[in-house]
């Protein structure tokens, strides 16, 4: 089976992680797996599947992650490509899920060149925001969340090379 790239887009660190996670779980099932920031992938030659973590933000896919889809159109083709996204935060509830759910799906449109064989959401991580003294008064700060779900990430992750395979 030809190399499978893992990369991803994160700007607090999170995706990076689950990513992470998913590279280590390919690898212990015997694969060679290459791990980068989308930003560090100046071509998709060699690679036999792609797997891209991203998270949304402001309903859309990270910035890198859609620049890297657009600036790869045409050498996705052939690959086989898995994607996953990190989003719900909020109460990370089905509402919230439901939500983040719908812009994925949006998104995924702008890109008709990706047929995902697999394709999750998993729930994001957020730091606490505090908003400062005065508008405390008037709006909560959010607090700390992480709804990252290790169980459902491994099992998508272990699930993945019957998926890819050539
Ligand atoms: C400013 C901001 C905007 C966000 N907008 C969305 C959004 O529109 N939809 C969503 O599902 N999640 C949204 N999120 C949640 C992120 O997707 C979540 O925190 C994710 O884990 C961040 O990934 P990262 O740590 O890899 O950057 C937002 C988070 C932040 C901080």
Same mark, same amino acid.
């Given at each position: 089976m030809s190399?499978?790239l893992v ?6 660190g999170?995706?990076?992680e689950?990513? @992470?996670?998913?590279?280590?779980t ?6 060679e797996?290459v791990l980068?920031?989308?930003t560090?992938?100046?071509?998709l030659e060699g690679y036999?599947s792609?797997?891209?973590g /991203? $998270?949304?933000y402001n309903?859309?896919?990270h910035t890198? /992650?859609?620049l ?7 050498d996705?083709d052939?690959?086989k490509? /898995?994607i #996953? ?6 109460k990370?509830d ?5 939500g ?6 949006? @998104?995924?449109?702008?890109f $008709?060149?990706?047929? $995902?064989?697999?394709l ?5 991580k957020m730091?606490?925001?505090d908003?400062? #003294?005065l ?7 959010? $607090? ?6 290790w169980?459902a990430i491994k099992?998508?992750? @272990?699930?993945l090379?019957e998926k890819?395979?050539d």
């Amino acid at each position: 089976m030809s190399a499978i790239l893992v990369a991803y887009a994160s700007t607090g660190g999170s995706t990076r992680e689950v990513a @992470e996670f998913v590279a280590t779980t390919l690898r212990d099932a015997g694969l060679e797996v290459v791990l980068k920031p989308v930003t560090e992938v100046p071509s998709l030659e060699g690679y036999g599947s792609v797997i891209l973590g /991203a $998270p949304l933000y402001n309903t859309l896919l990270h910035t890198d /992650a859609r620049l890297f889809l657009n600036r790869n159109k045409v050498d996705f083709d052939g690959l086989k490509v /898995a994607i #996953f996204a990190l989003g719900p935060v909020g109460k990370g509830d089905a509402g919230d899920f439901k939500g983040s759910q719908r812009q994925l799906d949006m @998104e995924l449109k702008r890109f $008709p060149w990706i047929k $995902p064989v697999a394709l999750a959401l998993f729930g994001g991580k957020m730091k606490a925001t505090d908003a400062g #003294f005065l508008l405390n008064k008037i709006f909560k700060p959010t $607090p700390a969340v992480d709804y990252r779900d290790w169980d459902a990430i491994k099992a998508w992750a @272990e699930a993945l090379p019957e998926k890819i395979k050539d």
